[in-house]
């Protein structure tokens, strides 16, 4: 068990620096696309498209690193009012609550690329990517959410400590 944590543990950690590198290079393509338009006069036909493509991957894949590392945004009025006891017990909660969602987004959301890759949909674009390359991004993201959210769970179950509140001040 531990060895399949770390082992997803690490896939989390690399997507989210994956996912950083990807909306640095969305940067950067917008402002290529931006002088490229604005200044020459010769827009593309692949930066809006490739940016909005990666944009969605690089959202989406990043939540498990986010969960991993407490990272997600909370409201914890109660819950810091609450004994060590009683916050375990909301984190499995709300971790079991992350598993349950993970998985009606995966099964929901499985229909939709399966049904592009069938039917042979595209964008519709000048590039004309596939449609489940991005409609890809939510069963495959979510199922790495879940995974990260029942080995959080397990964790939390068998009394490991508390994350620390990524948002709290130092």
Request: proline content about 6%.
């Amino acid at each position: 068990m531990q060895a399949f944590a770390s082992l997803i543990d690490r896939i989390a950690d690399h997507l989210a620096q994956l996912c950083g590198w990807a909306y640095f290079t969305i940067g950067l393509m917008l402002g290529f696309e931006v002088i490229a338009r604005y200044f020459f006069n010769a827009p593309t036909i692949w930066a809006e498209e490739l940016s909005r493509l990666l944009f969605i991957f690089a959202t989406l894949l990043a939540a498990p690193a986010l969960l991993r590392h407490n990272g997600h945004i909370r409201v914890t009025a109660l819950t810091v009012l609450m004994g060590p006891g009683a916050q375990r017990l909301m984190r499995l909660l709300a971790l079991g609550f992350v598993v349950a969602f993970c998985c009606v987004m995966v099964w929901y959301g499985k229909d939709a690329p399966l049904n592009s890759f069938l039917r042979g949909r595209s964008s519709g674009s000048m590039l004309d990517i596939p449609a489940w390359w991005s409609q890809s991004a939510v069963p495959l993201a979510f199922a790495l959410l879940g995974l990260q959210a029942v080995i959080e769970f397990i964790r939390c179950a068998l009394g490991a400590p508390l994350p620390p509140d990524a948002h709290a001040p130092e």
